[in-house]
């Protein structure tokens, strides 16, 4: 079965602190790639998203992930996080030839920045 | 635009007792999705309508049934409430499938 990888679990830094969450997938076709993130008590947002194209992609709020292909990966990067960035991050991947485009996510980094 | 509304908030069951999750979206997306979050799990996708009129399984859909009811609605009940079943569960809708998912703002369930 199609899997995602988050290796981190919990990650804590101090403001201004560069950031580098891991996320693979094992699908080998088509795919898109997704990364949201769910701030304390709060639904999913959208952080960004890649279809195609530069497989460096900017999100809101800093963030920006990089696809590379060859290592199924798409990981998310921020130079310098902020305390208001404190929230439970997750990489997400729907495949080309899957069930109807589901998502299928991995279980998610917390990441808690200390002021 | 309230995007994907869901009710209720919060809700506290007995083993045993039935409940329907409500969800509707008003973006006029044809896809829709109901899942559960777990700590440690992730989201798991329960059950999801590709277009309006079909419905099929996704990872865990075991005590769970839904009903697209139109384009706008998509809901979720519980037949027979169990302590598994304890859970956030997040409602989504994308315009077609393989586009974003935009959540809801959850339903946490306890059942005692």
């Known amino acids: 079965a199609q899997s995602v990888s988050q290796h981190n679990h919990h990650v804590i830094l101090s403001e201004a602190a560069s950031l580098e969450l891991g996320c693979n997938y094992s699908y080998g076709g088509t795919v898109n790639l997704f990364w949201y993130v769910q701030y304390p008590g709060q639904h999913l947002q959208l952080l960004l998203k890649y279809f195609s194209g530069d497989p460096l992609v900017k999100g809101i709020k800093g963030f920006e992930a990089e696809f590379i292909k060859s290592k199924f990966s798409f990981n998310l990067r921020k130079p310098s996080v902020q305390w208001s960035d404190t929230a439970e991050y997750f990489c997400?991947?729907?495949?080309?030839?899957?069930?109807?485009?589901?998502?299928?996510f991995g279980k998610g980094t917390k990441l808690s920045v200390k002021p | 635009n309230a995007g994907v509304t869901q009710t209720p908030k919060f809700q506290v069951l007995k083993t045993g007792q039935s409940m329907t999750l409500q969800c509707a979206q008003d973006m006029n997306h044809n896809s829709m999705y109901w899942y559960r979050q777990d700590p440690g799990m992730g989201l798991r996708l329960i059950y999801y309508?590709?277009?309006?009129?079909?419905?099929d399984k996704g990872e865990v859909p075991n005590g769970y049934n839904v009903s697209r009811l139109n384009k706008r609605e998509f809901s979720l009940r519980l037949e027979s409430a169990a302590p598994s079943q304890t859970s956030v569960y997040f409602c989504?809708?994308?315009?077609?499938?393989?586009?974003?998912?935009?959540f809801g703002p959850g339903t946490r369930l306890t059942v005692l």
């Open positions: 997400a991947v729907n495949q080309y030839g899957g069930s109807q485009g589901n998502l299928i």
């Open positions: 309508s590709a277009s309006e009129g079909t419905t």
């Open positions: 989504a809708s994308s315009a077609q499938a393989y586009n974003e998912q935009f």
